[in-house]
């Protein structure tokens, strides 16, 4: 299983209005350093080929524009991290400061957190051929790949010795780097002392046309593809990148990108709490927001009285309206009005109020099947949860087991879920999720289970009563299920992570260009504007014949009359004016009959009535006014102009 941490999108935290716990909610801030492979076949280039979605970049090409994008996206969306490019088998040898110590090993950026002048300096190499030529140049005899680990330890050691997150991005097309056994053992001795380190290895193999990449020979043992705290954990296969041929649409770029992106997002996790599935049997989790909105604000205020423009540091103080004296901490309380007057709460006793209900947790009550639970009855956002091995080893294989068990016998469990202290207890319903894969086989989703919080009584609402009888019909329907099978996205899913915000978008644009010197674009690239020359091209002939058939059909329905009704006419001798009210128009226009009913009673309203027994309370007023609003005699007693209605209702079938 791939850690879910690597699997967000920036600025996936979540905020809340009440008090958020510091032990269960950590910003962690990342450190990566990109290890990239420089030799005579990762600087070949691809054939040539007229095709214009043809590879033009050679691998090592590629992974430096990867690198390069990443910088640009994290120096905006996560300034607090750190990021540094490494190459090895290079023929030049500097770490910086005239440092010699490992040789063929080039530090292009320092790890740290990256400033404009180090995109600018990786941008005018990748544009300049020259420059890149001669520092991309291979040594003689290629570099042991222990060197290489044993000089990224350092290098975190050093610039990053305080990182929680530390992790080595490894892009080689070389899967036997070692001439002898004793290599070998050397570098996976490196890499545990990685691992104990606290850092984590990402491997991204890259097949060469004439040769795949063959994991098992070398970087098995070298790379953990499960957890170090439960090396018995299920894992899942690891995918390679693959270099694209020409002329198929998928670049080498792109599946870079798309591998890297899944792994270097940052990880943001909203709580983190044990998982009771039984008195005396716990597990530990870490739950996420997959997806939330993301809104550009200001990280920082800043001073620009000086001479430099400097970070402001803001502080808070509460001070007296009468003596105008700073106020403690301690001297302030909370209250509450209640009958006129305030009461007071110490912060003891209101902690001790609001954590009534326990300590944050997770407890599986009870299964269900999952057929149970109603569409409707997701009215909040699902948080995912996943196994976490920090406070109880083994959580992985049980969370596995009861992640497969629940998908297997399709059921649902029912869990009592506080978030954090100070959170009001909600009931869930926990729904297995499966494991998904993008186009170019990388994970897009990982397996684990949703938390989705189940609606109160007072938070479920009635449907509002239907206005007017006009239904669809099969024909109607058929012809817009043309429409939308027209309409439909590629593979018919929408994925929202392909839709990014223009807005956002736009503002990261501004702030790059600024920042970089650039030029500023005339416009934003905004993928979410209809493509509506596609939609006149295949829907436009059945929006047509669709609008035809329902203008027909709504006119059919609405020149429908109610049926005159004739039984028991009254035989007693009419007055001239009763005559006249009597002999109402038959063909009077529909626009004067919609008149008359929308000022006297409808249908429904006289069929609620009926049914709450105030049918007969009503006065013969009100009776001949819906009477004579449909074309019907009003003369008569009351009980005849009950009898009537009655009937008219009938015939309607209400």
Not at 267 to 291: N, W
Not at 590 to 616: R, W
Not at 620 to 625: N, P, R, S
């Amino acid at each position: 299983m791939a850690d879910p941490e690597h699997e967000h999108r920036p600025g996936e935290e979540e905020e809340d209005e009440e008090e958020v716990d510091d032990a269960n909610y950590k910003t962690i801030k990342d450190a990566i350093l990109f290890a990239i492979d420089i030799n005579s076949t990762m600087l070949e280039q691809p054939p040539h080929s007229y095709d214009k979605k043809a590879d033009i970049d050679s691998p090592a090409s590629a992974a430096l524009k990867c690198a390069y994008q990443l910088m640009q996206q994290r120096i905006i969306s996560n300034p607090k991290d750190m990021m540094g490019i490494l190459l090895f088998g290079t023929e030049k040898t500097d770490l910086g400061d005239g440092d010699n110590t490992f040789q063929n090993c080039y530090l292009l950026a320092d790890l740290d957190v990256p400033c404009a002048q180090d995109v600018k300096r990786l941008r005018d190499l990748l544009e300049n051929d020259e420059e890149a030529a001669e520092l991309l140049k291979p040594a003689d005899e290629p570099i042991s790949i222990a060197t290489v680990l044993f000089c990224a330890n350092q290098i975190f050691t050093t610039k990053a010795p305080n990182f929680s997150s530390r992790r080595l991005f490894l892009v080689t097309d070389n899967d036997y780097p070692v001439k002898v056994k004793q290599d070998k053992d050397s570098a996976v001795t490196r890499a545990r002392d990685l691992y104990d380190l606290g850092c984590t290895i990402d491997l991204f193999p890259i097949s060469r046309p004439d040769h795949g990449f063959d994991r098992a020979r070398f970087y098995d043992d070298l790379v953990y593809p499960s957890s170090p705290s439960d090396p018995d954990a299920p894992v899942i296969v690891p995918s390679t990148t693959k270099v694209a041929k020409s002329g198929d649409g998928i670049t080498l770029l792109k599946r870079l990108l798309s591998s890297i992106n899944s792994k270097a997002a940052p990880r943001r996790a909203l709580f983190s709490l044990p998982l009771e599935l039984g008195p005396g049997l716990r597990i530990g989790v870490k739950g996420f927001i997959m997806i939330k909105r993301q809104e550009h604000v200001k990280s920082c205020y800043v001073w620009v009285g000086g001479e430099k423009v400097q970070i402001a540091t803001g502080s808070t103080s509460h001070m007296s309206d009468d003596t105008a004296r700073v106020v403690d901490k301690a001297e302030v309380r909370k209250a509450y009005k209640f009958g006129g007057d305030a009461i007071t709460f110490t912060a003891e006793e209101f902690n001790q109020i609001r954590q009534c209900f326990g300590e944050p947790i997770i407890r599986i009550v009870g299964f269900k099947p999952i057929n149970m639970l109603p569409i409707w009855a997701n009215t909040g956002k699902a948080t995912f949860i996943y196994p976490s091995e920090s406070d109880f080893v083994g959580s992985t294989r049980v969370f596995s087991a009861l992640q497969q068990k629940l998908l297997k016998s399709k059921i649902m469990g029912v869990a009592w879920f506080i978030a954090r202290r100070n959170a009001a207890p909600v009931i869930t319903a926990i729904i297995p999720g499966e494991e998904k894969y993008d186009e170019n086989g990388e994970q897009a989703m990982p397996p684990g289970l949703w938390l989705i919080p189940l609606p109160y009584a007072d938070d479920i609402r009635q449907c509002p009563e239907q206005v007017n009888n006009l239904k669809t019909t099969d024909e109607l329907t058929d012809s817009m299920r043309k429409i939308i099978e027209q309409l439909q996205l590629p593979k018919g899913v929408y994925d929202p992570s392909k839709y990014p915000n223009p807005a956002l978008q736009w503002f990261y644009r501004i702030l790059q260009a600024m920042a970089l010197e650039e030029e500023v674009p005339d416009k934003p690239d905004d993928k979410t504007i209809p493509r509506y020359r596609q939609i006149n091209k295949r829907a436009s002939h059945f929006l047509e014949e669709y609008g035809k058939e329902f203008n027909e059909e709504y006119g059919l329905q609405s020149r429908t009359k109610p049926k005159m009704v004739t039984k028991k006419r009254i035989a007693a001798p009419l007055a001239a004016e009763e005559t006249k009210l009597s002999k109402r128009p038959k063909t009077e226009p529909l626009s004067q009959v919609g008149a008359t009913v929308a000022e006297g009673m409808t249908d429904e309203q006289m069929v609620a009535l009926s049914e709450k027994g105030q049918f007969n309370k009503q006065t013969i007023a009100t009776l001949k006014d819906f009477l004579k609003a449909r074309g019907i005699g009003v003369i008569g007693k009351k009980s005849e102009l009950v009898s009537r209605v009655q009937e008219y209702l009938d015939s309607k079938g209400l």
